[in-house]
């Protein structure tokens, strides 16, 4: 029996992997970490050695409040400056007050420092700087958030990051990054628990607005747990599965909110696919794969493997796999009743 088992599955995969791969993209059409209409320019830009458009963009996100955009695009920005300085060196040189540059050096200092194998002392070293980007900019979040990191990785004690938290969220009450740093400062690996790190992304996403980002806060959770392994890291219990599932139902419904092929809700929808297959969730994770499009993200699938599209194309794979396998194997047609007799 488990050898016939064995070969209808196979079967199956043969005759129903095709047909579930309509609404994926060809692997060589997925790009990793794709910028989204407005930032791609701009790194074009900087990466010949032009840093107008990075201000320019930056200063737009800064006038209009849009603190969401502010905090991805000075993240990318100072990715790209990690290893190509020298337009943002440029940018300081010409404008060493300028809110927008100060906040990408400060988030590129911070970078530098936690690589540092003296992570803590290098932190210390460049408050000064976080606290110049946020004196720049009195009502940006952004630089609370960086500060929230890098509270983190000093050591700062609850009251200290709760203080830190009240800076942020008086400036922005559903900011996601802030919330994200939040989290990660609750988190088993750090300061927190499971069950903490549970309890405030639970209620982070009930207090969200709709459509939030904040709403996928739970299946972070989740993933900070299942990357755990057996969840028993730090002071906490075993986090039940169907909260596992609850948060991973949670983000599912936020996802169905935006378009397919949207890049603003891609990290989400990328994570919510690793939770899910994790969960052996395939159907939902095929779903949410197809909803990816292009747009496959570094995260999480960079804690699995160096090769960050590679696995993410291999899950990918293995999920139409998975749901194939499950399908019958041949159509039953429906039988019908004329004169008397079954056709």
């Not at 922005?172 to 300061?191: E, F, P, R, T």
């Not at 995260?299 to 396998?325: K, N, T």
Request: charged letters at 25%; a negative charge.
């Amino acid at each position: 029996m488990p050898f016939l088992r064995a070969l209808i599955s196979a079967a199956r995969m043969i005759r129903h992997t095709s047909d579930l791969g309509a609404g994926l993209l060809d692997d060589d059409e997925v790009l990793l970490d794709v910028p989204d209409e407005r930032l791609g320019p701009t790194l074009v830009a900087a990466a010949l050695g032009d840093h107008g458009p990075a201000a320019k963009l930056l200063a737009a996100t800064r006038e209009g409040a849009e603190w969401e955009n502010r905090d991805r695009y000075a993240t990318r920005l100072a990715t790209f400056a990690h290893s190509r300085e020298d337009w943002l060196s440029d940018w300081l040189a010409a404008s060493p007050h300028d809110p927008d540059a100060l906040l990408v050096k400060a988030e590129l200092s911070v970078r530098r420092a936690w690589e540092s194998p003296a992570r803590a002392e290098r932190l210390r070293d460049v408050g000064p700087l976080i606290e110049a980007a946020a004196d720049a900019a009195p009502r940006d979040p952004v630089p609370w958030r960086i500060a929230l990191d890098h509270a983190r990785g000093t050591y700062a004690t609850h009251s200290a990051f709760e203080e830190l938290w009240g800076e942020a969220v008086g400036r922005s009450s559903h900011h996601y990054g802030c919330h994200v740093s939040a989290l990660q400062y609750l988190s088993a690996q750090w300061y927190g628990s499971h069950r903490e790190c549970f309890d405030f992304a639970e209620q982070a996403a009930e207090d969200a607005l709709p459509g939030s980002l904040v709403q996928a806060l739970p299946v972070r959770a989740a993933f900070a747990h299942l990357l755990s392994g057996d969840g028993t890291a730090g002071p906490t219990t075993v986090i039940p599965g169907e909260r596992v599932d609850a948060a991973a139902d949670l983000a599912i419904a936020l996802s169905a909110e935006y378009a397919a092929g949207d890049p603003w809700p891609a990290e989400v929808r990328n994570l919510l696919a690793y939770v899910l297959v994790t969960r052996g969730r395939w159907a939902d994770a095929l779903e949410q794969f197809r909803l990816i499009g292009t747009y496959a993200t570094s995260f999480p699938w960079a804690f699995l493997s160096d090769d960050v599209l590679g696995e993410f194309l291999e899950l990918r794979d293995a999920a139409r796999i998975q749901v194939a396998s499950t399908m019958p194997l041949r159509r039953t047609a429906r039988r019908v009743r004329s004169d008397g007799h079954y056709a």
